[in-house]
């Protein structure tokens, strides 16, 4: 058996590893498991690996630690990785010995040696350049390490390479990275995002080379006066200022909104420059509004309210769905931006991690249940309410209608919903004559598991279902459980029907908090 190929460099008593480090990092593992199991008089001696930027690491993992494994980033895939070693291991108990003797008389490392004179990060990037496991991020730490005019500084390359790693750690956090993504899937290396970002500004173009990241800091790299410290102090920078938007609670709702919306951050960092954190989030307001209504706003204040109100009578379900939900993910942030008192932070990561249906908070009187089984669903989750909210007469009988239907055969259980759907209906006092209702103030944001589970259900079963998803500590949009919840009704006579007073108080509510919003009291407060 043989191992990919290791590149080297140096003398016989030691080598400089140009290409085969996780290899040898891994069999290193591996063999220690090994040791572990044997006595100490059994023990093989084994090698040892020195590593440039973290010379402590082979104390590491001699005795790896918890402590260790939480402050840095290479650590903590040592120890996760002896923890999958030792489990793999553990299921294949009556085999060890035999995988052992394999490791040991029949596994062979090719090797290559470089020759005097060959540089190592030129052999290193021709051979790696392609390869999927390597990232634009490894790729140019490579270069940022290795790089310099003469001899490369010891104290700045262990200095860059802790910093790297203190990088790398904040973005690895949920919380960042939401804030910072439309699309969050990324579970790799993070950096890259901020050298792509450096790379762009310093005028690399879009293309479809996976590596024109690595590509672009080669070539400004190769300079001679080039100096990778200050090529590391321009990313810092970026990261700087991506946290300190993340830390300031308005800003991190405005910039949270606009990478949603996909807006590219460079964009935003144009905006920042020479502007006062006051005036940047003049800046992004006005971009909001622009990218939610297609138009600035009117100056003037009673003209403004009047355009706001004309913007959302102009949507409708299905018709702008793109619209409706900028304007209600819009509302939700608003919400919390122009409370000065409030300290909550829209939870993005949930949001932009999750799939979202635009939902009728009223639920449309053509969408009646069709098919058996939907029909079915549809009883179940109606007679889970009566069971829990009601205790009336009526509520009683209704019940025994619903057991009666759900014990006929199929075929007559069809034929035999309408009307007891109509009672139901008229019960609850959603009219089924009523037209359905697209406007966006019958309109939520919710999760499209939910949703699409409980679409066509009457108001006061949603009710329920989301109070409970809210009680369970679900994620729900603050303004969906304020609507739920009746919170924009001037008067609630009834939890458990929506009225057009409480459709009209939740479309007053929404302009009166996108006028706050767009008029920007909030933002010196």
């Keep these: 058996m043989a191992l990919t190929p290791l590149v080297l460099a140096g003398q016989v008593d030691s080598y400089e590893v140009v290409d085969g480090q996780q290899r040898l990092t891994t069999l290193l593992l591996i063999l220690r498991h090994f040791n572990d199991r044997a006595s100490k008089k059994y023990q093989q001696t084994v090698y040892k690996i020195v590593y440039a930027t973290r010379p402590d690491l082979h104390a590491f993992l001699e005795n790896p630690s918890d402590e260790l494994a939480e402050k840095y980033i290479d650590y903590s895939h040592i120890a996760k990785a002896i923890k999958v070693i030792d489990a793999w291991f553990e299921e294949r108990d009556s085999e060890v010995e035999a995988i052992k003797d394999t490791f040991l008389n029949k596994v062979k490392l090719i090797w290559f040696q470089l020759g005097v004179g060959e540089n190592p990060v030129a052999a290193f990037t021709r051979l790696n350049v392609g390869k999927i496991p390597l990232t634009n991020g490894e790729l140019i730490r490579a270069l940022l390490l290795r790089s310099a005019k003469g001899s490369v500084n010891e ?34 290396s993070r ?83 020479g502007s006062r954190k006051s005036d940047l989030k003049v800046k992004l307001r006005t971009k909001i509004v622009e990218h939610t209504f297609g138009a600035s706003a009117p100056d003037d204040s009673d003209e403004m309210r009047g355009w706001i109100s004309e913007q959302l009578d102009e949507v409708a379900y299905p018709r702008n769905p793109k619209r409706i939900r900028s304007i209600l993910l819009l509302f939700n942030l608003a919400t919390l931006l122009i409370q000065p008192q409030s300290n909550i932070r829209f939870h993005f990561e949930s949001f932009k991690t999750g799939l979202w ?59 035999a919903f309408e009307p ?106």
């Design 357 to 415: 249906d635009i939902e009728h908070v009223r639920s449309i009187a053509s969408e009646q249940p069709e098919s058996s089984a939907s029909q079915l669903s549809w009883l179940s989750k109606t007679m889970a309410y009566l069971d829990i909210a009601t205790q009336d007469s009526a509520s009683a009988e209704l019940k025994e209608k619903i057991q009666a239907h759900q014990a006929l055969p199929p075929k007559e259980r069809v034929a």
């Design 155 to 188: 104290a700045r390359r262990l200095r860059i390479a802790y910093e790297w790693d203190l990088v790398e750690k904040s973005l690895q956090d949920p919380a960042l990275w939401s804030f910072l993504h439309c699309k969050t899937g990324s579970t790799g």
């Design 191 to 273: 950096i890259d995002f901020l050298f792509a970002l450096a790379a762009k500004q310093q005028g690399m173009k879009q293309g479809t080379d996976d590596y024109q990241t690595f590509n672009h800091f080669s070539q400004k790299l190769a300079d001679r006066d080039a100096d990778p410290a200050e090529t590391w102090l321009e990313v810092k920078k970026i990261h700087m200022q991506l946290v300190e938007w993340f830390e300031d609670r308005r800003l991190y709702h405005l910039v949270g909104f606009l990478t949603w919306a996909d807006v590219d951050i460079n964009e935003l960092r144009n905006l920042a420059k």
């Design 420 to 525: 007891l759907y109509a009672e139901l209906l008229k019960y609850f006092h959603e009219d089924a004559s009523e037209g359905p209702d697209n406007s966006i103030a019958n309109l939520v944001l919710l999760d499209q598991e939910t949703n699409r589970s409980y679409q066509n259900a009457v108001f006061s079963v949603k009710r329920l279902r989301v109070l409970q998803l809210d009680q369970n500590g679900t994620f729900v949009p603050h303004c969906t459980r304020n609507v739920f919840l009746k919170c924009y009704s001037p008067q609630v006579d009834h939890t458990m029907y929506w009225t057009h007073q409480d459709r009209e108080g939740y479309r007053k509510a929404l302009v009166d908090t996108l006028h706050t919003f767009i008029t920007g009291e909030w933002i010196d407060v």
